[in-house]
């Protein structure tokens, strides 16, 4: 629609004459009506520019194509840091079905720890968009719940031969090679601080009542895991922590040798070019007057005409 300043008659802009007299011109941003060119290329210009906008749109709202994956791992291994009782010795776990967690009734601390080869199973260069650990708990003192706590260890560990009878709680003599509470590597090379090298920071925690299975997921979790893809060499896995502060305490989860060992579940990005669309058929081509897509076209019969009709252009 054209727009005429008012109490000026329509044929001052129609009169040729009052156009020289005035030397005014009616022009656009986009384009001058006095230009040689013709409507017609004009109008391609214009339509040109909308479709080069409705493109940049389109683009922007497109989802990316990379496909998240998913892998399941089982700990390649996992053992107990039984509190150190001079009579006793040092004890570990390392092919025993049982880790265990808290304090127990006789008032001795009993910390698990568990690692998992997340280079070896992950592609180098993913992004770890979620990680999950499940537990089976398959035995406790009390049906109270107690917090229990993933700390990332700062050092590594050993497993070597060592197997606690009965349920396990007491442990066994560490063998060469056992984490032990003392010991990384029983029996030459000791933990900085005894019970184990962890962060202070907390990794994840979750609520442990009765014996059933649990689950830890949080986004230091999958720092964590990203941290070890990227840098396999400090990947020492979690240090599971329990309520220490009265006895009693103590949760027995199952390990990798058991029937219902570890899961850590990883969704992630692999890294490189991403996956190319499935062909489809080429649809027949549309008459040089339709050639834009359907959304386009849409888009551009509702803006061009207007736009026409404010420049003055419409036939």
Request: hydrophobic share 40%; aromatic share 8%; glycine share 8%.
């Amino acid at each position: 629609m054209k727009v005429e300043p008012p109490g000026i008659p329509k044929s001052h802009f129609t009169n040729r004459r009052n156009e020289l007299k005035e030397d005014r011109v009616l022009r656009s941003p986009l384009l001058n009506v006095n230009d040689v060119r013709s409507r017609s290329t004009c109008n391609q210009v214009i339509s040109k520019r909308l479709f080069a906008f409705a493109l940049a749109s389109l683009r922007l709202s497109v989802p990316s194509l990379a496909i998240a994956q998913l892998a399941n791992l089982n700990p390649i291994k996992d053992n107990t840091l039984y509190q150190y009782v001079a009579e006793d010795g040092d004890l570990s776990n390392a092919l025993g079905t049982h880790f265990f967690a808290g304090e127990t009734g006789m008032g001795e601390l009993r910390r698990g720890a568990l690692a998992f080869d997340i280079a070896g199973d992950i592609p180098a260069g993913s992004t770890i968009l979620g990680v999950t650990l499940s537990l089976n708990m398959s035995r406790t003192g009390l049906q109270t719940a107690r917090t229990i706590e993933l700390h990332k260890m700062l050092a590594d560990w050993g497993e070597g031969t060592s197997q606690a009878s009965g349920d396990e709680g007491m442990g066994a003599p560490a063998t060469t090679g056992d984490a032990t509470w003392r010991h990384r590597f029983f029996d030459t090379i000791f933990w900085t601080t005894q019970g184990g090298d962890f962060s202070v920071a907390v990794s994840a925690s979750q609520s442990v009542g009765p014996v059933g299975v649990y689950t830890w997921s949080s986004s230091q979790m999958r720092a964590d895991v990203q941290s070890w893809l990227d840098d396999p060499a400090n990947n020492f896995g979690w240090l599971v922590l329990g309520d220490e502060s009265q006895i009693l305490t103590a949760k027995r989860f199952d390990t990798r040798e058991s029937a219902s060992p570890p899961v850590l579940t990883i969704i992630y990005r692999p890294a490189g070019p991403r996956p190319t669309p499935t062909p489809r058929p080429r649809p027949t081509p549309l008459p040089r007057s339709a050639a834009f897509s359907q959304p386009l076209l849409s888009l551009l019969r509702l803006v061009v005409p207007t736009a026409q009709r404010v420049l003055g252009l419409a036939n």
